[in-house]
Each structure stands twice: as structure tokens, then as C-alpha cells.
């Protein structure tokens, strides 16, 4: 039987995550527009505190989930999981450094 420890499948629902949010900033890169809208938005002229925390918050999270997926990927000593989460990865920082689509 297979030994499936918490801190196991929390890297694996770190690693899932990540390519969902990958696959979602793709997606409303592609309906909205690179200056269009976001998914949660973040306009730095405009904003207000609460808008702030929000967006320092999410990126707290997707480090957080990009380090768990990381470890479930190297724990599969797969070179696909590898790849696939360090595309995720760039997706998920080229998307909020240069397009502001978080």
C-alpha cells in the first residue's frame, strides 16, 4: 500500500495548483488583453490599502504554492514534472511582473 503522508500530498496539491494558475493567467491573458482586465487586478495609482494587502497576499501564495510544487516535482525524479512546473513558474512570474495579471 502506498505511504501518502500530509506533507506528500500537500506538495502535490502545491504542484496542481500551480499549473492551475499557470493555466489561468494564460487564459485571461488571452480573453482581456495584456492591459485589459485582471483576474484579481492590482492598479497601483488607484489602489487602496486593502487592494495592496490583497496583491502582496497572492503573491505570498503563489511562492508558497511554487515551493511545494517544486518539491512533489523533484520528488518524482521525473524531467516532465520538472519541466512542467518551471514552465508554470515562468508563466506565473512573467505574467505578474510584466503584464500585471494576477
Request: with cysteine; net charge positive; proline share 0%.
Amino acid at each position: 500500500m502506498a505511504n501518502y503522508g500530509l506533507r506528500k500530498v500537500l506538495n502535490f496539491l502545491g504542484f496542481i495548483a500551480t499549473m492551475l494558475i499557470g493555466i489561468a493567467m494564460i487564459l485571461a491573458m488571452i480573453v482581456n488583453g495584456v492591459n485589459g482586465g485582471t483576474i484579481t487586478g492590482l492598479n497601483l495609482r488607484g489602489a487602496t490599502a486593502a487592494e495592496i494587502i490583497v496583491f502582496v497576499a497572492n503573491i505570498f501564495a503563489y511562492f508558497i504554492t511554487i515551493i511545494a510544487g517544486f518539491s512533489y516535482a523533484r520528488s518524482k525524479r521525473s524531467v516532465g514534472f520538472m519541466i512542467a512546473q518551471i514552465v508554470a513558474t515562468l508563466v506565473i512570474v512573467v505574467l505578474v511582473v510584466l503584464c500585471n495579471v494576477i
